[in-house]
């Protein structure tokens, strides 16, 4: 079994509820630190295999697959798919548990895993409603 290596870590400052941040969109406010890893790593971008982002809130502005409209935004090419996970309190830690068992397996070499959410934006529990 292949070993699975974090190559870099990048995340966004930490915003306040309606803070500096709120302003900025959850799919922007993901792809930037998409952008910096690429940056960072000298990495084409058209060798990542996926994108696997949690997102707790995938409703309005965050729904729709928003790792895919991150990667894009980001300027990755439109063969980089990308994935919206939800386990709660847990996403990107799952994120990151999905990305390193597709490396371990074989079955993929590159993968960002990411999370993104924007309670300013999208607030808490806006995915329930109407559920009773």
């Known amino acids: ?3 699975a290596v974090i190559v870099e870590a990048v995340r966004t400052p930490i915003g306040k509820r309606n803070g500096f941040l709120s302003e900025i ?4 406010l993901a792809a930037a630190p998409l952008q910096e890893l690429v940056h960072r790593t ?3 971008a058209a060798l990542i295999d996926d994108v696997i982002m949690g997102c707790v809130t ?3 502005e965050q729904a729709v697959d928003i790792a895919r409209q ?3 935004i980001a300027g990755y090419p439109a ?3 990308g994935t919206a996970i939800d386990r709660q309190c847990g996403s990107s830690q799952q994120a990151i548990h999905f990305a390193a068992q597709a490396i371990m397996s074989g079955d993929m070499d590159i993968v960002v895993a990411a999370g993104v ?3 300013s934006r999208v607030p808490m529990g806006s995915n329930h409603q109407g559920v009773k």
């Not at 969109?25 to 922007?28: F, G, L, V």
């Open 1 to 3: 079994m292949r070993d």
């Open 25 to 28: 969109r959850a799919e922007e």
């Open 42 to 44: 000298n990495l084409d």
């Open 58 to 60: 995938q409703t309005g």
């Open 70 to 72: 991150a990667a894009l």
């Open 79 to 81: 063969s980089v798919p």
């Open 117 to 119: 959410e924007s309670m």
